[in-house]
C-alpha cells in the first residue's frame, strides 16, 4: 500500500489546476483568459490564437474575455483579485509595467500577480497614412519643429511604450507634437487608416501588418537593428538617436500565490502551443515579435526592469494615466 503523507497530498492537489477539483464544482475545469484590452491590437489574437492548443493540453475549457480599460489595468485587477488556483490567465503588454507609475491601483503589479511566461518583444514602430505629406522620419521633426503642437501622434493609450517613445524622441529631437490615446490597438488602427491622425507610434506586431500591406507608410522603428520584415525603414539610432530603443512585450500571469506546480503545468501547455508551426509563424513572421518563451523568474526580472525605466520617464515628464 502507498503511504500517503501530507506531501503527496499537497503535490496532488497542486497538479491540477482547478478550484476544489472538479468534483465540487461545474465551474472548477474552465480557465478564464482574460485580455485587458478591446478586440483587434495584438494581445487579443495571440490569445485567440493560444486558447485551442491551451485548452486541449490542459483538457479544460479555456474562455477567452475581454475586459478593457485603463491601459489594461482594469483587466489586471480582476484576474488579480481572483482565486490563486490556476483557473484565471491575463496576458499583458507592455502598459503593465508603467500603470502603477499612473494610475491609483487597488493591487500590487508586483506581489499580487504570478508570472507563468515571457512570450517576447518587438521595437515600436512609427507609421503615417500613406495620404499624408510625411516620406521620412525627418519630415515630420520638420513639421513639427515650422508648427509646435500641431502633429499627432497616436498612441493605444497614455502611458503606453508608444507614448512613452513620442516623448522620448521629442525631447532629444526639441519639438512638441499632440499626444493622442486610444484605448487599444484596435481603435488607434481604424484611426490611423481612416487618416484622422498624422502619426501613430506602436508595436511592430501591430503596424507591420499594415505597413507590409501599404496600409501605413512606415517612417522609424526603434530596435537595436532593423527587423526582417521592414528593412527599408530607419531605425531611431540610424536616424541620429543615439542608444534610443524601446520594445513592446508581452507576458502571461496568474493571480499569486499560485503552486508552483500549477504554474509550471500552465507554462509548459503555453510553450507547447506557441510552438506550433502555424502559430509560431504568425507571430514571428507577421507581427515581427520575437518569440523568448521564457519563465517566471525570467519574466519577473523583466518587469522589475522595465518598471524602473520607464517610471523614471512617467515622473520626469509628469504623464498623467487614463481619466
Known sequence: M???TRRTLVLGAAAMPFAAQAQTSSSSNVIRFIVPFPPGGTADPIARMIQPGLQQRLGATVIVENKPGA???IGTAMAAKSPPDGTTLVIVFDTHAVNPFLQNLNFDTEKDLDPVLWIGTAPNVMATHPDKSFKTFADVLTAAKA?????TYGSIGNGSL???TGVLLSQRAGVRMVHVPYRGGGPLMNDMLAGHIDVAIASAALITPQIVGSKLRGLLQ????RIPALPEIQTAIEAGFPGFESYAWWGILTPAPTPKLVIERIRAALVDTLREASIANTITEKMQITMLLQGPDELRK??????KLWGAVVREHGIKGES
Open 71 to 73: 491601459s489594461g489595468s
Open 222 to 225: 526603434t530596435g537595436k537593428s
Open 147 to 151: 508648427k509646435p503642437d500641431t502633429v
Open 162 to 164: 508608444g507614448h512613452l
Open 302 to 307: 523583466f518587469v522589475g526592469e522595465q518598471m
Open 2 to 4: 502507498t503511504k500517503i
